[in-house]
Each structure stands twice: as C-alpha cells, then as structure tokens.
C-alpha cells in the first residue's frame, strides 16, 4: 500500500505546484480520488479565495465516492475562520473511507484538527507520505505560518570566479539565455522580488515577468537615501503601484512626495548600526503585508546583508563559465556553512546549485 500511497501523494504535488503564484497567502494543495484502484477524480487549489483542492475533487466527481481513498498533500481544512467552507465535512459526507496525507497542517486554526474530525467519523486517516518533499513544496507557507515572516531566496548570478560584475556601477551580462528563463519562472513563483538602490541605478530592471506566463511579482526595493533615479523603469512604468520602496527617515521629502504621488508605496523602517535598512524590520513588515515570499536578486551589499544577519532560506546560485578576474564579489563574507545542496544542474551552459539552510 505504501508504494501505491506515495505515487497518489506524487500526483497531488504535481497538481498543487499548478497553483503557484497563484495560491498566496494559502498553501499549495493537490488532491486526488482513487476507487479501485484508480483515480476517479482530481483537484487542485487554483486560486486564493476560491475552492480547496479537496472541494474541487469532491465536486468533480463523475462516480459515487463511498469507499474511495482520498490523497491530499496537506492536512484538510476545518475551520471556518476563511473565505471558503472546511473540508473536513464534505469528506464526511460522501463516505470516503480513507485519507492519505502528506503533511500536517501547522496552521493553529487546523494543526491535527482535521484528522481528529475525520478519525472521529470512522474514516482512516494515513500521515507522513513523502512528509519532506511536501514540506519542499509548501515551504513559503510553512514559514510564514510558523513566523510570520516571508521565506527569503538569494539568488545569485555570478562568474566562475564568483563576480556579479566586471567593475563598480557598470552592468555585466552574466549568465546565458536559459539562465533568463529560469529567473523569470522563479519570480513568478514569489509573492515579491527584492533589489537594491545599486541595481536599479546600474541595471535598470523592470522586475517582472517576461519570458514565461504568470502574475507579475511585487517589487521591492531597498534604498536608504532614496539615491535610485526617479526615471528608473520600476517608478516610471505602468506597474508602479506594484513598488514598494524602502528607504530611511534622512530622505529626501521632495523625492518620496513625488514617488507617492505616481502610486508607489514608501516605508521608513529603521536602520542598523551600520547605517542599513532594517532587513528585520523590513522581513517583518512584509509579512503584515501578506508577502509570504520574497526572490532576492540583487547586488552584492544587499547579498551580504541578507548572508552576514542570516537573513534567509534558500540560496540558488547561477554561474556562468567565465572568468572575469577582476570586479565586484558577489558578497563580501564567508560562504555560509550551515547550507545543504539539493539540486545541482545545467541551463545552458551556466551550472546552477540550490542549496537549503539546515533545519536548526
């Protein structure tokens, strides 16, 4: 039964990552039906705000479900504090005789809950199949629900001899045309992309989605003084009210006017020892703002911040085979030790690593 578990457990992450970007703040959850043997029905979570994966399986069902085994990637909802009605009780109510999960739900309005409901109605409730690739796929979920705090991934495009840029404020193409691919599918995976005042100065990004489909992510930008130009794309395009700038209380009034004044929002979070912005404050700021995911790009102080405080989740690194020999590091501070490589591969002919932080 368990090989036949975690190939149904499979085929529900399969369907929960089709929700990406488009699920937050919720979870990423795909279900499957199974009556002898075979799958009767599927669901998955499409949009925040709209049905459950389970709802939408149940719903979709050409046949009777009594009996059946329901699969599901995360605990089923059972609690009425959302947009949309629990689970639990409409898998009561067509008599499904069994529910395989992946994972709990550490939601505390959920949290163990649902499977009791469902035990306490005589159903057979299976936890834990592949328990660490969905943990993987429900990771922005699972920190912002335990902390409050966004999950942050540094991602990083440097040469083989880890510069970000052949000198100071010149921009420099690193990695190649797949690589491009890769980082926009990846910010359409996050609630918002984070750059600093360096980056829009000296490469002028728009931040968005363009070689993929998928929702454009919110844009953060991190600029103490407010140095960044007021022409730069990300203040001046037609998704400006998708801005969001952080800089300090020593800023120029006039220039933060303005900006407010095209849509874009300012905060003014504190400020470190070291003149900083608060990337604790900021971090925490943008879970109140329901930001449960944040894609860093962006350049080397921002990346050494985030490093040096210990600041994030996730660190993907995309490296080109060229030696620029000469330039800016990509961070300036030691490699992080507490780090684990989990995927390592070719796009083109850049070599991208991930690497997770080690659970503490």
């Not at 629990?86 to 939601?107: F, G």
């Not at 840029?165 to 996050?190: C, D, F, M, N, P």
Request: glycine share 8%.
């Amino acid at each position: 039964m368990k090989q036949e578990d975690e190939i149904f457990i499979k085929r529900c992450f399969e369907l929960a990552e089709e929700g990406k970007g488009n699920v937050s703040p919720n979870p990423l959850v795909g279900c499957v039906i199974v009556k002898n043997g075979k799958i009767i029905s599927e669901g998955r979570h499409e949009e925040y705000g709209m049905p459950h994966a389970e709802a939408n399986a149940i719903e979709k069902a050409s046949e009777n479900l009594e009996g059946s085994t329901l699969y599901c990637n995360l605990e089923p909802c059972c609690h009425t504090n959302k947009k949309t009605p629990p689970c639990t009780p409409r898998i009561i109510e067509n008599k499904i005789h069994r529910v395989v999960i992946s994972n709990v739900d550490p939601n505390p309005f959920v949290s163990g809950k649902g499977i009791e409901q469902l035990r306490n109605s005589g159903i057979e409730v299976e936890t834990g199949i592949l328990e660490e690739g969905g943990k993987y796929l429900n990771r922005f979920f699972f920190k912002y629900i335990k902390t409050g705090l966004p999950y942050v991934t540094l991602k990083i495009a440097q040469s083989a001899d880890g510069k970000i840029t052949s000198e100071e404020g010149k921009q420099t193409w690193i990695t190649g045309e797949e690589s491009a691919k890769y980082v926009h599918s990846l910010r359409a995976e996050y609630d918002a992309v984070l750059v600093g005042a360096n980056t829009i100065k000296v490469d002028d990004p728009q931040l968005n989605i363009r070689h993929c489909k998928g929702r454009d992510p919110l844009r953060i930008i991190v600029d103490g003084m407010l140095t960044s130009p007021i022409a730069a794309k990300v203040y001046s395009d037609s998704k400006r009210g998708n801005t969001i700038i952080f800089t300090s209380r020593q800023a120029d009034r006039n220039k933060i006017s303005l900006l407010r004044d095209r849509g874009i929002k300012i905060i003014e979070p504190g400020t470190t020892q070291e003149s900083n912005i608060s990337l604790n404050e900021l971090l925490f700021i943008a879970g109140t703002e329901k930001i449960t995911s944040v894609l860093v790009e962006g350049g080397s102080r921002i990346f050494t911040q985030f490093i040096k405080e210990d600041l994030f989740d996730e660190l993907i690194i995309l490296q080109s085979k060229n030696i620029l020999g000469k330039g800016i590091d990509a961070f300036n501070a030691k490699f992080p030790e507490n780090l684990r490589k989990i995927n390592e591969e070719m796009l083109g002919e850049d070599k991208k690593n991930v690497y997770l932080k080690l659970s503490e």
